[in-house]
Antibody, heavy 118, light 108 residues
Framework: QVQVVQSGGEVKKPGASVKISCTASGYTFINHGISWVRQAPGQGLEWMGWITPYNGRTTYAQKFQGRVTMTTDTSTNTAYMELRSLTSDDTGIYYC???????????WGQGTHVTVSS | EIVMTQFPATLSMSPGERAILSCRASQSVNTNLAWYQQKPGQAPRLLIYGATTRATGIPVRFSGSGSGTEFTLTISSLQSEDFALYYCQQYKNWPPWTFGQGTKVEIK
């Protein structure tokens, strides 16, 4: 069965960076794009960007351009999302989600809590 | 950016009742519309894609309709496990894919 496991929670100081991993199993990793979605405390879902493990091509939401980098390692079926220059507004739960097809997010990780606090 | 608007924000229902959730797009997304369910402390779960197609394992009491700018998610007879948050999402134009702000279905 499909499993998507994310790395554990992080506590960071303002100005720092965070890098979250997302390891998939049970489906052909290289054939499915991965989106990263953020959820601030008590808020809705916000799409951050997308990467295809096939060739590493990325598309980022304008809001995160210049501050986010998404990568994949096909040898370990793992996707990574690094977010830099963190502020308290970046506190929230970060999800990775594998796509069934473009934009259809079917394989969700359990989420990674990121807290940004001085 | 396509703005997705969901209404109502909260739906107070009793088990066994029919729930109708609405989602409106600021411009046409054709049928590139998905619905997700999220329970407290859990990741979202895909319910519906292509506006009307149930995802694998989703009970038949969940149905989606609409196209263009107006969409509906109907839960024909609410079960206890259906009380949750529901989000619509468009995937016609990107970046970004955009979500509605959510509808909470709560027990009356």
């Amino acid at each position: 069965q499909v499993q998507v496991v994310q790395s554990g929670g992080e506590v960071k100081k303002p100005g720092a960076s965070v890098k979250i991993s997302c390891t998939a199993s049970g489906y052909t990793f290289i054939n499915h794009g991965i989106s990263w979605v953020r959820q601030a405390p008590g808020q809705g879902l916000e799409w951050m960007g997308w990467i295809t493990p096939y060739n590493g091509r990325t598309t980022y939401a304008q809001k995160f351009q210049g501050r986010v980098t998404m990568t994949t390692d096909t040898s370990t079926n793992t996707a990574y999302m690094e977010l830099r220059s963190l502020t308290s507004d970046d506190t929230g739960i970060y999800y990775c989600a594998g796509e069934a097809a473009a934009g259809i997010l079917v394989y969700w990780g359990q989420g990674t809590h990121v807290t940004v606090s001085s | 950016e396509i703005v997705m608007t969901q209404f109502p924000a909260t739906l107070s229902m009793s088990p066994g009742e029919r729930a109708i959730l609405s989602c409106r797009a600021s411009q046409s997304v054709n049928t590139n519309l998905a619905w997700y369910q999220q329970k407290p402390g859990q990741a979202p779960r895909l319910l519906i894609y292509g506006a009307t197609t149930r995802a694998t394992g989703i009970p038949v009491r969940f149905s989606g309709s609409g196209s263009g700018t107006e969409f509906t998610l109907t839960i024909s007879s609410l079960q206890s496990e259906d009380f949750a948050l529901y989000y619509c999402q468009q995937y016609k134009n990107w970046p970004p894919w955009t979500f509605g702000q959510g509808t909470k279905v709560e027990i009356k």
